[in-house]
């Protein structure tokens, strides 16, 4: 049975908890975080204080180890490979690169070996990568010349960035592009623009191949003729794909006799002209 208090009224008191407990209470809470706060400060500033000195440890030794590794005979440079060459040979590539077999595969500078590689005018990219411990492989990208620009310096290679690169020794079967000077503007600078986009796509859709020279008339149009029977076409630098396809289309067909040229300039049409 519980017993309940009664004053001298005989009214019973009601239960109450002292405030100045209370108050007691949350300064003493307060007191202990703010405790805690300054106690955590500085066990975060040493754990990252520790991680930055880890990792400093960690990079010094990769330094030394890596140093290390260009004085060891064991990665010495036996054979330099080279891939993705047509038109530069294997022997030229390497000697460009100015790397020599003999060398420490850690110690060469492939840095400078592709800046050398890249400012040759038929390179167009080029990666170098150790293969350990004594190879190293080089992976040439070469300009692909569309076309052969005739210039009063003679004959280069357009590619299709319209580049013009000197030609490498080697036997190359591709369209001469005569009669430049149509090309050019007010200052006799030639703009050839169309005119790559004119090779790429004939070339994308395999007709390029079937052509033996183009001789521009102005920076729009050109007479093409084709290897072979030297068919004489007439064909505007824009929609070059389509004029083809529809070229494709009337040779299928028997030729009409006593036929001089063929005019695909004309959209949808075959024009001929005796």
């Known amino acids: 049975m519980r017993a309940i208090a009664r004053g001298s009224t005989g009214g019973v008191m009601p239960r109450h908890s002292p405030i100045y407990t209370r108050l007691h209470e949350q300064e003493r809470l307060s ?15 040493l754990r990252w204080l520790i991680i930055l000195a880890l990792l400093g440890l960690f990079l010094f030794g990769i330094q030394n180890a890596y140093s290390a590794l260009t004085v060891l005979d064991l990665f010495r440079l036996e054979e330099i490979s080279v891939i993705g060459n047509e038109m530069l040979t294997s022997r030229e ?29 038929l390179v167009r990219g080029a990666l170098l990568l150790r293969q350990p411990p004594g190879s190293l492989v080089i992976t040439i990208d070469e300009r692909r010349p569309l076309a052969l620009l005739l210039t009063p310096k003679g004959l280069k290679g357009l590619d299709e960035e319209g580049m013009l690169c000197t030609l490498p020794p080697v ?50 149009e050109a007479r093409v ?50």
């Open 93 to 121: 590539i390497v000697a460009r690169s100015g790397l020599d077999v003999g060398a420490n595969l850690f110690d060469t500078d492939l840095l400078s070996a592709t800046q050398m590689l890249t400012a040759h005018p």
């Open 171 to 220: 036997p190359l079967d591709l369209p001469v592009v005569t009669h430049t000077g149509a090309l050019a503007d007010s200052n006799g600078i030639l703009q050839l623009g169309d005119l790559v986009s004119f090779l790429k796509a004939l070339d994308a859709c395999g007709f390029l191949e079937d052509i033996s020279e183009i001789y521009p008339v102005n920076k729009e």
């Open 225 to 274: 003729f084709t290897v072979g029977d030297g068919l004489n076409l007439r064909m505007r630098f824009e929609s070059a794909e389509h004029q083809a396809q529809n070229l494709r289309a009337f040779l299928s067909q028997p030729r009409p006799e006593g036929m001089a040229y063929v005019d695909l300039r004309y959209r949808d049409q075959v024009v001929v002209g005796n």
């Open 31 to 45: 007191g202990e975080i703010e405790a805690g706060d300054i106690i955590g400060r500085p066990t975060r500033f």
